[in-house]
């Protein structure tokens, strides 16, 4: 028969291994936890620099933008300093490739430079409508004869 002692001590290396089972569980549980809260982090920061490529990519459209304005404003700025303005029509002039151009004032005033059309009479600008009359011009009357 076994005495109490042996089925205190079985009972207490039973209990001992079953702590010692639940402790390596525990340790395998938390291992799996940290690295889950690894992986966790891991994708956090996946996710943050991939917010940091396309606020960068933003930015480079924004830049390009910028460029493209910079290089717009300094061809009107040289485009402006070949013009000069014809007090006679109220139309801007340019020489272009030996002939007069003449551009729309009203358009000009909004930072576009529009060629305009010229017929016998006026200059027309085909953007904004605007005409200029040409003080040349002079209508011919017609002469109705009686018969």
Same mark, same amino acid.
């Given at each position: 028969m076994e005495s109490i002692t042996t089925k205190a001590i079985a009972s207490?290396? +039973? +209990?001992? =291994?079953s702590a010692i089972d639940i402790a390596t569980k525990l340790s395998e549980v938390s291992d799996a936890i940290k690295q889950a809260d690894l992986k966790l982090q891991l994708a956090e920061l996946v996710e943050k620099l991939?917010?940091?490529k396309i606020q960068l990519s933003k930015v480079k459209i924004e830049l390009n933008d910028k460029d493209e304005e &910079?290089?717009?404003l300094k061809q009107l700025l040289k485009q402006n300093a070949e013009l000069k303005f !014809?007090? !006679?029509y109220g139309l /801007?002039?340019?020489e272009k490739d030996g =002939?007069?151009?003449? /551009?729309?004032?009203k358009c000009h005033a909004e930072g =576009?430079? &529009?060629p305009v059309q010229e017929t016998a009479s006026r200059f027309e600008c085909k953007r904004c409508d605007q005409t200029y009359r040409r003080p040349e011009y002079v209508p011919q009357t017609r002469v109705i004869r009686g018969g």
């Open positions: 207490a290396l +039973g +209990g001992i =291994k991939a917010d940091a &910079i290089s717009d !014809n007090e !006679n /801007y002039e340019a =002939k007069t151009v003449r /551009y729309c004032t =576009k430079l &529009i």
